[in-house]
């Protein structure tokens, strides 16, 4: 059963830093692309960072240079590190994983956790 636990959000002011982790229960972590995405109300969900089983990353232009996405395939633990956070940055960030079959995928993702950023 796949399972995605996202933690490490909270209330933040402007300027500081916040490190998201997201523990998953899913078979082949290592061999997995992980994603982090975030959710404002009324908007679509927005890919943040994702990364492959290689390490590649990329980015949302938004956040190239303050956010680094890594992963602990040791600890099945991808992490999202934030800094020079921006009230822009509020949102509830998700981690996502996409298993596929065939030509069919499933999206699972974790429940969310909020990022507050004051100003």
């Known amino acids: 059963q796949v399972r995605l636990v996202e933690s490490g959000g909270g209330l933040v002011q402007a300027g500081g830093s916040l490190r998201l982790s997201c523990a998953a229960s899913?078979?082949?972590?290592?061999?997995?692309?992980l994603h982090w995405y975030r959710q404002t109300p009324g908007k679509q969900r927005e890919l943040v960072a994702m990364?492959?089983?290689?390490?590649?990353?990329k980015y949302v232009d938004s956040v190239k240079g303050r956010f680094t996405i890594s992963r602990d395939n040791a600890k099945n633990t991808v992490y999202l590190q934030m800094g020079s956070l921006k009230p822009e940055d509020t949102a509830v960030y998700y981690c996502?994983?996409?298993?596929?079959?065939?030509?069919?995928?499933?999206?699972?993702w974790g429940q969310g956790t909020q990022v507050t950023v004051s100003s």
């Open positions: 996502k994983v996409v298993y596929y079959s065939g030509s069919t995928y499933i999206d699972y």
């Open positions: 899913i078979s082949n972590f290592s061999d997995r692309p």
């Open positions: 990364i492959t089983g290689g390490g590649t990353t």
